[in-house]
């Protein structure tokens, strides 16, 4: 029902202090823990810019801090756009009052008025609108069938579990038909069960009304089920956008290949060379591992020379070797047990890395704290990136 535009969005929150009162000689820009500062004051978004097809569901993801719910709130109109162009089915919505956006909003907090009751609430923004009383009742009636909510329409949210207080808002929303539905963090306030449970009513929500989704989280597990785009940010600003597949399978960069992935990537110094062949691979300690066809055609059209490097591999994709030889060895300090797999805690090459065994595999092989293991992993599942935390396929783009 939405197509969405940002472009070159940007969101400055000035200082409090005055700029006429700095000190002589204060540095006009600089950066203070993650945050960018300028004359202006505090860049907390920076040349934000994305486009949403109608009916996409677009899922905003980063640490706290990175700017993903200012973004969001720039696109419900609850802040104020500094620099940049927003628009929604092509009109530039910019000095276009929330109200008058056509969109909903879905809080982390729920915002439900504790004085009325589950129908009341979800009617609420109907009544604001003048919709005929038999027009409000079909609505809300829909929205509670549709969330498994109509025997709750008469209680008080104070008489209702957290993931029922979270659908009732849901259905606030969706009874207005909004061209464009938000959602700052709606689970975060829940149990890992009812997180489970909601993510999947979410995704049956989704199915079910024609609207365009714009939703916000610092779950990556989130983001990874729920979107159909993912867009990773840091710092206010974007680092990759793609599919769930896309940013896990190609990282554009350290940050994304980290953040993305339970347990995250394991992360090794090593040396890009060139073997007797002409081909790529990659030292690490007493391994050589030649990199997949893909990732040779990828280097060798880039013109990448041998180089120090980082070598990222993720934890599913080690394999342990019983025998001595050309692998990397390390020390067990903790072995999780968690029922079809092993995580192993272990020190390898001066990192702290994580290795997820199946069980099967390991049959009655006792890997205890202190004890050596050995391990290696093919040239398909490393990811090389250059001292600076680029990957290195990427680097012309």
Do not use: W
Not at 142 to 164: F, M, V
Not at 282 to 302: C, G, M, Y
Not at 370 to 386: C, P
Request: with cysteine.
């Amino acid at each position: 029902m939405a197509e969405l535009e940002l472009k070159h969005i940007q969101k400055i929150y000035p200082h409090a202090e005055p700029a006429s009162k700095k000190k002589k000689g204060e540095e006009p820009a600089h950066r203070t823990y993650n945050l960018k500062i300028t004359d202006e004051g505090v860049v907390a978004v920076d040349d934000f810019n994305l486009k949403v097809k109608d009916k996409e569901f677009i899922v905003l993801v980063g640490p706290s801090g990175c700017g993903k719910s200012t973004t969001l709130r720039m696109v419900a109109g609850l802040e104020d756009i500094t620099r940049g162009e927003l628009y929604i089915d092509g009109k530039l919505m910019n000095m276009v009052e929330p109200k008058d956006r056509d969109i909903a909003m879905v809080f982390q907090n729920y915002a439900l008025y504790p004085h009325m009751s589950v129908r009341q609430n979800m009617e609420f923004p109907l009544e604001l609108r003048n919709v005929p009383k038999e027009e409000r009742i079909r609505r809300v009636n829909e929205a509670a069938e549709i969330l498994g909510i109509t025997q709750y329409l008469d209680r008080k949210p104070k008489a209702l579990s957290g993931g029922q207080r979270q659908r009732v808002a849901i259905g606030r929303a969706i009874v207005r038909e909004p061209k464009l539905l938000l959602m700052d963090e709606p689970l975060s306030n829940l149990d890992a069960k009812l997180r489970n449970q909601m993510r999947a009513e979410i995704i049956k929500l989704r199915q079910k009304i024609n609207t365009t989704f714009m939703y916000v989280t610092h779950d990556q597990t989130e983001a990874m089920t729920l979107g159909d785009r993912i867009v990773i940010m840091k710092d206010g600003e974007i680092q990759q956008i793609g599919t769930p597949q896309e940013v896990f399978d190609h990282p554009k960069n350290q940050f994304v290949a980290g953040f993305i992935g339970v347990p995250q990537m394991n992360f090794y110094d090593g040396h890009l060379v060139k073997n007797e062949k002409g081909q790529y691979a990659v030292r690490v300690e007493n391994a050589e591992i030649t990199l997949s066809d893909a990732k040779q055609e990828k280097l060798k059209a880039n013109n990448i020379p041998e180089q120090d490097i980082v070598l990222g591999v993720r934890p599913e994709h080690i394999t342990l070797q019983e025998t001595p030889g050309a692998m990397i060895e390390g020390k067990v300090d903790v072995s999780e047990m968690m029922g079809s797999s092993v995580h192993l805690h272990i020190n390898a090459c001066g990192k702290d890395s994580i290795i997820i065994v199946p069980t099967l595999e390991l049959g009655n092989q006792a890997l205890d704290m202190n004890s050596t293991i050995r391990f290696t992993f093919g040239g398909n599942v490393i990811h090389v990136f250059d001292l600076n935390g680029n990957n290195l396929e990427f680097a012309n783009e």
